[in-house]
Structure formats: C-alpha cells, structure tokens
C-alpha cells in the first residue's frame, strides 16, 4: 500500500510523460497489447494488424449470427481460425517474395520472368521443410475451423427448433385468448415474444397457407412504384 501523498506523486509524474524517446522504445509502443472483450485474453499486435483482426472478427461474428455465451465463444473461434489461416497464406507468400527480393537477378539476370520463376522454384526446394509445415499447421487449423462450425450450426440449428415450437405454442394461446376477449400475457407463459411479434408470426402462417392452396403457375412478376411517404 502507497500513501495518499505518494498516489498524488504518482498521478502528477504520469502527465509529465511524453512518451518513448529512443528508437527501440518507439518500436515496442507500436506494438499495443490489449484484453479481448470476448475471450478475456491478452494479444498483442501492431494497430494494422489490430485493426485487420477486428474488423474481420466482427465480420464473421454477425454473419455467424450467434446468441448466447456458447454460441458467442463458437463464433470467435471460427473468426481467430480464419485469421490464422489468412495469416499462414500471408506467410507462404511473403517467403516466396523475400527469396525473390534477396535472389533477384541471381539466376537469369537478362530475361525478368524466367529469373522470378527459376527463384521461385529455388525457394520451394530450399524451404520445403517450413512449406510442409505450413501446410500442416493450415490443415490443423482448417479442421478446427470446421469443426467449430459444426457445432455452432448444430446448436443453432436446435435454437431455432426450439424458437419455432415455442412461437407455435404462444400463437395457439394468443388466439385462444383474444377469441376470449382477454389481453395475452406472453411472459405469463415463460415467452420471451411479444404480441407483435407473435401477430406477425400468424399473419405469415396464414399467408403460407394460403400460398400453399393457390394456384401460381400464372403469376408474372410486376413492378411497383413507391409511394412518396
């Protein structure tokens, strides 16, 4: 424990700071740790590479479109796998361009494209071990991918069952209800639906029904102009 003087000290030498000075301490400012709001964990990354990270997670995670911890928790897992994956290819590719940057004009100095090409083929064979292990390490993690995949499709898939058969029951008690001339209470009967939600649940059973005994082999597609509102 530090005295309420010493804090005070404290606070006033933090506002005097300009931040890093030297190079090397420039250098590991630009490379900013944070804690993920999700996972809880501390990562570390340059802000490109942050602000790439984040803007495909956040991607992924809504058109995954999960709901509830696990789900949440499946979703981040694809979205960190699919950037492993994007990452293992940046690799390969950038192992490709050093040894053509380092090699350039070594082996065909008067013809561009068959020197790019012999180089090319003196990376394979020079770096074909760290290639194989990249290929391993984007196999296992494509199978990690896909396998979080299925589970997250798999219990989404038994939400909405689930969703489905619980808006079924709160529609039979709606209408039960107002046949009675009675106000539903949805929550009353452990619903999270609302009578809106529920109304335009029954409106659009009945229009599929009514689809289903209509004959639309004659139907044309037409065009509407939008009313002015």
């Not at 928790?73 to 979205?79: H, N």
Request: glycine residues 4%; neutral net charge; proline residues 2%.
């Amino acid at each position: 424990m530090i005295s309420d003087k010493q804090l005070e000290a404290n606070r006033a030498n933090a506002l005097l700071s300009t931040g890093p000075k030297t190079e090397e301490g420039r250098k590991r400012s630009s490379m900013n740790a944070l804690r993920h709001g999700i996972t809880g964990q501390v990562t570390t990354m340059t802000d490109e590479d942050r602000t790439a990270h984040d803007q495909l997670s956040e991607a992924l995670i809504k058109d995954l479109a999960p709901e509830g911890a696990m789900e949440i928790q499946l979703a981040q897992r694809i979205a960190t796998d699919s950037w492993r994956l994007n990452r293992i290819s940046a690799i390969e590719d950038n192992l490709f361009a050093l040894g053509l940057h380092e090699n350039a004009g070594a082996l065909c100095s008067d013809h561009e494209q068959i020197d790019a090409a012999l180089t090319t083929a003196r990376v394979f064979t020079m770096e074909a071990k760290t290639l194989q292990l990249l290929t391993l390490y984007e196999q296992r993690i494509n199978r990690s991918l896909q396998k979080n995949l299925a589970i997250l499709q798999s219990l989404q898939g038994v939400r909405r069952q689930e969703r489905d058969a619980a808006m079924k029951e709160a529609a039979v008690l709606l209408k039960l209800s107002e046949m009675n001339g009675l106000q539903y209470i949805p929550a009353r009967d452990g619903f999270v639906f609302s009578n809106d939600q529920i109304h335009a649940a029954i409106d659009r059973d009945q229009r599929l029904e009514r689809a289903s005994t209509t004959d639309l082999s004659k139907y044309r597609p037409r065009k509407f102009q939008t009313q002015a509102a």
